[in-house]
Structures are given as structure tokens and as C-alpha cells.
């Protein structure tokens, strides 16, 4: 395998968030790979995750402090928040 060949393998098993063998091995077996989250999709999930924990604690001080409108507004926002991350 030339330094290339190799350079390649390596940044398509990186972008999978797999190692050069792991990837290799899966290659070699199954001809291909089902599709996995990449590095930068688990970053977002993250983010979208935090975020949506935020807006949870949000939506419960908006409802202890009598503004049940407002909590609604901010629940709904979760609900869309959820699913963005389900539908990947």
C-alpha cells in the first residue's frame, strides 16, 4: 500500500470516527460500511443535546414563576430540538 493508498483509507475510516483497521476489517468483510454518525454530526448531537437540556430548565422556571405560555413556547422548541436528533 503506498503512503497515498494509505493517506485515503485513513481519512475515510477518520471521517467515520473508526480506526484505519476497524475500518479496513469492515471493508474487507462486508464490502461496505453503514453509514455511522462522523465526528462533526456527534458534535452537533452534542450541542443540540445541551441545548435542549437548557431549554428544558428554561420551560420549568417559566412555569414554577406562573408563565405557562412562555414554558409552552419553550417546549414546543424542545420538541423540535428532539426531532432534529431523531431523524438523523
Not at 497515498?4 to 471521517?15: I, M, S
Not at 470516527?17 to 471493508?27: D, F, I, N, W
Not at 462533526?40 to 435542549?52: A, F, I, V
Request: charge should be positive; avoid cysteine.
Amino acid at each position: 500500500m503506498t503512503a497515498k493508498d494509505y493517506a485515503l483509507l485513513k481519512g475515510k475510516a477518520e471521517k467515520l470516527g473508526m480506526k484505519v483497521t476497524q475500518y479496513a476489517r469492515e471493508m474487507t468483510l462486508k464490502g461496505s460500511i453503514k453509514s455511522r454518525f462522523t465526528l462533526e454530526e456527534l458534535d452537533l448531537m452534542r450541542k443540540l443535546s445541551g441545548m435542549g437540556n437548557n431549554l428544558n430548565q428554561i420551560a420549568k422556571k417559566a412555569n414554577q414563576a406562573g408563565l405557562p405560555n412562555t414554558a409552552m413556547e419553550v417546549i414546543v422548541i424542545m420538541n423540535q430540538f428532539k426531532k432534529l436528533l431523531d431523524d438523523r
